[in-house]
């Protein structure tokens, strides 16, 4: 007799323990290039993209879900709008699970892609400067207070010695 699979479910998407979900694939031939080697590092490169395309949409719809949520009470909030930006969420979840698993991108970790710095240059270098002499001048007092407790130690080491005893004479 076979069991069935055991199902979960969270806000409405079953999955089982197996890794199917209860949506059938809508990734296509999105993620699956026909001929192309599946190991290569262009294939990667752009699967690592449209992952990254994939998370910034899901960002968005998570955003307008927040906000439809937060502002339920506000007038002028649509219900109907907040309900379908959940839908949505959900179903781009769905995709860029799928999606994950289907490249094995979804056994990377993934970061943000880096924003490069608005300043100019010569501000970065100006505070990293400024940093860095911060830096040495706290290791310059701490090595110069390591230098006044040594010169204390070796001070107090050369007085803690006895004077030769004077033949039981006391003065």
Known sequence: ????????????????????????????????LQGADLNSPEVFKQNIQLAQGHIA????LARNALAGIQNA?????????????????????FVLVELLRQTGVGALPLEPPQMPD??????????????????????????????????????SGSGDQQPASTGGRRA
């Open 57 to 60: 949409r899901v960002q968005s």
């Open 1 to 32: 007799m076979q069991q069935p699979p055991f199902y979960g479910g969270y806000a409405g998407i079953n999955f089982d323990v197996a890794g199917t979900m209860g949506y059938p694939s809508q990734l296509g031939s999105q993620t699956v």
């Open 118 to 155: 608005p300043r100019p240059e010569n501000v970065l270098v100006e505070e990293e400067t400024k940093i860095v002499q911060a830096l040495y001048e706290r290791q310059q007092r701490i090595q110069d207070s390591a230098g006044v407790v040594a010169g204390f130690l070796t001070f």
């Open 73 to 93: 009470y506000h007038p002028g909030t649509n219900p109907m709008q907040t309900a379908a930006d959940i839908a949505g969420l959900k179903q781009a979840l």
